[in-house]
T-cell receptor, first 112, second 112 residues
């Protein structure tokens, strides 16, 4: 089944404790992206990657890092999480030349 | 500044009725416009995708329109069902299509 998977789905952590949210897609898509969704604001793009080893900042990159060492994986790293990073995070992938993005199930992160 | 604005913010309709959701955008250079349906706590799912040259696209009971001159789009839902209760998000892509700007969404409630 073609899909985007994220892990973990739920995470509660404390300020300053490094964490990684994994994202994997099995559709051989070139493009992957991370978003955060907060009430009343809609989804905002954090980082995106157009292919392996090619990443770029979205609208709200501060406090986040990403890497794209393999085509299928695009982890989101929070080196020192803060409470304002409490949010619902979505990973998405897209095939180059096509307009449709496929979203993962979401990761709900709470930083205390 | 690239922006996508949706209205209304929320809407309550009776089952079986029609409704229209609006999306205005200021995104340049325009690549494509998508409407997504997002159930609570889940990832968005694509409904329609339109490029500059398309002014209408249907997907079952969902019909999207695009006026590239006025930079407006609408999503019309016909004969609403209880399962249509969700958030509907307008998304506009710029450039090669990888830079995406999301609207805040319209929350639709369909009542029996």
């Amino acid at each position: 089944e073609a899909q985007v998977t994220q892990n973990p789905r739920y995470l509660i952590t404390v300020t300053g404790k490094k964490l990684t949210v994994t994202c994997s897609q099995n559709m051989n898509h070139e493009y992957m992206s991370w978003y955060r969704q907060d009430p009343g604001l809609g989804l905002r793009q954090i980082y995106y990657s157009m292919n392996v080893e090619v990443t770029d900042k979205g609208d709200v990159p501060e406090g986040y890092k990403v890497s794209r060492k393999e085509k299928r994986n695009f982890p989101l790293i929070l080196e020192s999480p803060s409470p304002n990073q409490t949010s619902l995070y979505f990973c998405a992938s897209q095939r180059e030349g096509y307009n449709e993005q496929f979203f993962g199930p979401g990761t709900r992160l709470t930083v205390l | 500044k690239n922006q996508v604005e949706q209205s209304p913010q929320s809407l309550i309709i009776l089952e079986g009725k029609n409704c229209t959701l609006q999306c205005n955008y200021t995104v340049s250079p325009f690549s494509n416009l998508r409407w997504y349906k997002q159930d609570t706590g889940r990832g968005p799912v694509s409904l329609t995708i339109m490029t500059f040259s398309e002014n209408t696209k249907s997907n079952g009971r969902y019909t999207a329109t695009l006026d590239a001159d006025t930079k407006q789009s609408s999503l019309h839902i016909t004969a609403s069902q209880l399962s249509d209760s969700a958030s509907y998000i307008c998304v506009v892509s710029a450039g090669r299509g990888f830079k995406t700007i999301f609207g805040a969404g319209t929350r639709l409630f369909v009542k029996a």
